[in-house]
């Protein structure tokens, strides 16, 4: 844009905003002012405002007029720029301020992986986040001039736009970005979301459905940048490629939202520039020794992958490929799988680089040199690979680092929680690990016992203390590891003696088990004497119980708990003995329900059962604690009165069980009325006999029921004449 366009944008900008009206073209004012100390301006949209300034103009009046009320009481203002979003602390975003920009899309993520939309959107203040429900939206072409609303969030580490709807208006260019970024500035999480200009080497290209991860080795540092896949793309191309980059910087974080990491969330190929391209082979570059390897003399030569050829020492498929040349040795990280042998001559292409306190090629690939046919020198056959048999001392001095070696020791443990087998041995009075993959282990590696003496094969791999010698910058061994190739690296030299201080305590264990069982036995000889006696004391307290059990069974009614006549019996003949020895009275009531047919032949027999069961209730209740309560029929009941010392407290007792016993019973049909009918017999002289009590007193039932029933009836010798001669009657008549 000419300085002249630029004098009259700016001044119809001013002339519209005077008007109330706020344009939003896609561009981007330098976010640090004080370090470019001028605003740039980027370019505008003026093929799309010539198209629709006159509703965009619009458009903006009506949401500036709405924006200049004053907000409703309670009500949170509309946030209408990427930075005032963005820049809210976590408790202001948790409030859900409304959020509504003008921007242009950087990034859009339909979430097929994901299962939500990701977003971010760029307007004149800078960038922010934005998500949505999956399936909420179609697909948002990045370049896209949009109307985008929402809320404030809390995100995973800055503010978000969520629940985000997008309005698209048309298309703009991408912006400029805010400023070239280090590794070093990534990481420190103050530019979370800005636009940035990245540059390095890729070093890997990581496929997937929707989206590529590229491995990304700037000057300072490594980091991973995710695009979504174009197709029909080869990106193959861009490893070992120089490019440039457009993305928005990105945190890696825990799951406490705390910052561990930074990434960049590019929109796809459009925004990467090629700025070297990748070598045309791998392999086409010269062979450099090993030992060349992260010299000074190759530093030229880090950024790129660099060719290395040797003897085969160790393979782990898929993880680690180790060689060695004339001039020294070194392991490659790789995930090829494609498998080869001990001795094999191989080429490896790939970045030097240092993990582990050791030298390593990252993102190696491989070949057999001698699958290509005739190189330089002619076939390549493969080379016998002997190891060095080596001290735990000469290991630490870190000469043989990648180095095939051969070392004796004795296992004292095994790392339990480890992915791979990682053995842990002593040699002197130094400690080190054997480590081979369970893939490789099979079986045999059970037979490695502790305490076993072995001899183990394998990679060195030496880990420094690089702060123990700070001035001279050299790094000081203090423990070394051994990559095993196979279960065969591991030979038993001896077998952990059976005589162990376990085994001797396992003996003494033993004897002292022994003893305490022929303790135990005589124990449990004198517990089955305890137990028989015991068993034999239960029995006959059993025996008792069941005696005691089948003679209140005897003496008691089934259906009530009342006494039987056998009960009854006793109980007369002991309360006479009383009255004849204290001179006290005796009396009998004989009870019955009256018309108790006609309730079990309304009602039901279980019916009639309650009834007797809650009359016999009632009777206990009614009458003195020393007093008997027989059941003598199916509604007949019998009140043996003993110790009277007034006849008089007899007839009493009748009038209230007449009265108590009148109450309906109320059950779970209905309320069943009922009455009885009492005859009361008394006696002083201590005489009389129980079957002339009971006589007496069944007698004077009968004229009770005579009566009319519910009432009772004192029985008396002229009474009882008149019983005989209407019974005579009766028998007459008969």
């Not at 990427?82 to 003008?102: F, G, I, N, Q, T």
């Not at 193959?236 to 974080?253: E, G, N, W, Y």
């Not at 060095?388 to 443990?413: M, T, W």
């Not at 000081?476 to 196979?486: C, Y």
């Amino acid at each position: 844009m000419d300085s002249g366009t630029l004098d009259r944008w700016v001044t119809g900008r001013g002339r519209l905003n005077r008007l109330g009206i706020t344009l939003l073209p896609c561009v981007n004012t330098n976010r640090n002012l004080n370090r470019a100390g001028s605003v740039r301006f980027h370019s505008l949209l003026a093929p799309f405002l010539a198209a629709a300034v006159l509703s965009t103009c619009l458009s903006c009046a009506a949401q500036n007029a709405n924006a200049s009320l004053p907000a409703e009481p309670n009500q949170l203002p509309t946030l209408t720029t990427a930075r005032a979003a963005h820049s809210l602390s976590s408790k202001e975003a948790s409030r859900a301020y409304p959020v509504h920009l003008r921007a242009v899309v950087t990034y859009f993520d339909p979430g097929y992986s994901k299962g939500r939309i990701s977003i971010f959107v760029h307007d004149r203040t800078g960038s922010i986040y934005a998500s949505a429900p999956f399936g909420s939206m179609g697909p948002v072409p990045v370049g896209s001039l949009v109307d985008i609303t929402g809320v404030s969030q809390v995100g995973g580490f800055a503010p978000v736009i969520a629940n985000a709807r997008i309005h698209i208006l048309g298309k703009a260019p991408l912006p400029r970005p805010d400023l070239k970024v280090s590794y070093s500035e990534l990481v420190t999480g103050s530019e979370d979301g800005t636009w940035v200009q990245a540059e390095g080497t890729v070093h890997s290209v990581i496929l997937y459905p929707y989206t590529v991860t590229l491995v990304l080795s700037m000057v300072d540092g490594t980091v991973s940048v995710t695009m979504m896949r174009d197709a029909g793309a080869t990106y193959s191309q861009l490893v070992d490629a120089k490019i440039r980059i457009l993305a928005h910087a990105a945190p890696t974080v825990n799951t406490n939202s705390q910052m561990v990491g930074a990434h960049l969330m590019a929109p796809n190929l459009s925004t990467v520039t090629i700025l070297e391209p990748a070598p045309p082979d791998a392999f086409g570059g010269p062979v450099v020794p090993v030992d060349d390897l992260l010299r000074w003399s190759q530093v030229a030569a880090w950024t790129h992958r660099v060719h290395v050829r040797g003897t085969v020492t160790l393979q782990w498929p898929g993880s680690f490929l180790c060689i060695r040349d004339a001039t020294g040795a070194i392991c490659a990280k790789t995930l090829e799988q494609t498998h080869v042998n001990t001795g094999d001559v191989v080429d490896i292409a790939g970045f030097a680089g240092a993990e582990d306190d050791a030298p390593v090629l990252t993102h190696a690939l491989f070949r057999v040199a001698g699958a290509l046919g005739p190189l330089a020198g002619g076939p390549v056959d493969a080379e016998p690979v002997s190891a060095e048999p080596v001290s735990a001392e000469q290991a630490l001095l870190g000469k043989l680092e990648s180095n095939l070696i051969q070392i004796d020791g004795r296992i004292i443990g095994r790392d339990m929680n480890a992915s791979d087998v990682v053995l842990l041995l002593s040699s002197g009075k130094f400690l080190f690990t054997a480590v081979l993959p369970k893939s490789l282990a099979g079986t045999q590696a059970e037979a490695w016992a502790v305490g076993s003496t072995v001899k183990v094969t394998g990679i060195c791999s030496v880990q420094l203390d690089l702060q123990s010698n700070v001035r001279d910058g050299v790094g000081i061994a203090k423990t070394f590891r051994v990559l095993l190739r196979s279960p065969g690296d591991v030979t038993i030299l001896q077998q952990p003696s059976w005589w162990t201080p376990v085994h001797a305590v396992l003996l003494l264990g033993l004897a002292l088990i022994a003893t305490l069982a022929v303790l135990l036995w005589v124990a449990i000889l004198r517990r089955r004497l305890q137990h028989q006696a015991a068993l034999l004391r239960e029995q006959t307290e059993l025996l008792r119980e069941s005696e005691e059990q089948f003679r209140h069974m005897a003496l008691h009614d089934p259906l009530t708990g009342l006494a039987t006549r056998i009960l009854l019996q006793d109980r007369f003949e002991a309360a006479i003995e009383a009255t004849r020895r204290y001179k006290t009275g005796i009396g009998v009531l004989m009870v019955d329900l009256d018309q108790f047919k006609q309730i079990n032949d309304t009602f039901g027999h279980p019916t009639g059962d309650e009834v007797l069961c809650v009359t016999a209730s009632r009777l206990l209740e009614a009458v003195r604690k020393g007093d008997t309560v027989a059941r003598v029929g199916g509604d007949e009941f019998v009140v043996l009165l003993a110790g009277l010392q007034e006849l008089e407290v007899a007839e009493k007792i009748a009038a209230n069980l007449v009265t108590t016993l009148a109450a309906p019973i109320s059950l779970a049909i209905r309320d069943v009325p009922v009455s009885v009918s009492i005859g009361v017999c008394v006696d002083s002289a201590g005489t009389v006999r129980a079957d002339a009590l009971l006589d007496g007193a069944d007698a004077a039932l009968y004229f009770a029921k005579e009566k009319g029933r519910n009432c009772y009836q004192v029985f008396t010798p002229d009474l009882f004449r008149s019983a005989s001669s209407s019974e005579a009657g009766l028998v007459t008549a008969k």
